[in-house]
Structures are given as C-alpha cells and as structure tokens.
C-alpha cells in the first residue's frame, strides 16, 4: 500500500489542522493505521494509532487534544489536531501494517509495527 500525507501547513498556537492520508492499496477495519511524528533534532516518535479493532491509541502528550479516525470507504485516515502548540510541530507521518495487532491502551506502538511509511507532512505551529 502507497501512503500519502496531506493537510499539513503553519498555524498559530491554539490552531487546528486536520492531516489526511490516502492509502492507495486495500485497507480494511483490521488495518492498523496510525501517525508518528518528528521535530527537528529529535527522534521520532508516536502520536496516534488505531488498531486492528478499531481501538483508538493516543500518546499522553495529544492531552485529548487529537482525534484519530479512519474511513475505510475512503480509504483514508485522519487526525484532527486542535490547541496546537509550538511543540507540536515536525514532520507528520502516517504508517499502515496489515498484520492484525490488538494493542492494550498502555502499549505504545513503535516504528516497527509498521511496514508502510507515508513520504510526511509538515506541520509548523508558532
């Protein structure tokens, strides 16, 4: 599967964005799908997931602050990202895997979990 980022761009702190990826393989409700993110200087690391159960997995940091979800009609996941901070800013990156994987709220999933890497898209808050 081909994974491409959109809705990146500069917004203020306090802002929104919402990122959009487009899977351009088969997806279906047991696709693990998620976003990992990375700030200048720092490694990367993960923002929000949705496992093969459609369990939602949320980084402490997001605060309730984001929101994931994934349509599979459209083939699309999306993360809606409100009060956006400047700490929030890096390169945004969606992944995708088609083993199935049921994760507890308390695992934080790593790069490894996924196969499929989307190219990112950048997200600058000031």
């Known amino acids: 599967v081909q994974l491409v980022e959109s809705g990146g761009g500069s917004v203020q702190d306090g802002g929104s964005l919402t990122l959009s990826c487009l899977a351009s393989g088969y997806i279906d409700k047991t696709t693990s799908m998620g976003w990992f993110r990375q700030a200048p200087g720092k490694e990367r690391e993960g923002v929000a997931f949705?496992?093969?159960?459609?369990?939602?997995n949320y980084a402490d940091f997001t605060k309730g602050r984001f929101t994931i979800s994934k349509d599979v009609a459209k083939n699309t996941l999306s993360l809606q990202m409100n009060s956006l901070e400047s700490e929030d800013t890096g390169m945004y990156y969606c992944?995708?895997?088609?083993?199935?994987?049921?994760?507890?709220?308390?695992?934080?999933?790593?790069?490894?979990?996924?196969?499929?890497w989307g190219q990112g898209t950048q997200v600058t808050v000031s």
């Open positions: 949705i496992d093969s159960t459609g369990l939602p």
């Open positions: 992944v995708a895997d088609y083993r199935f994987k049921a994760w507890s709220r308390a695992y934080h999933p790593g790069e490894a979990d996924f196969r499929f």
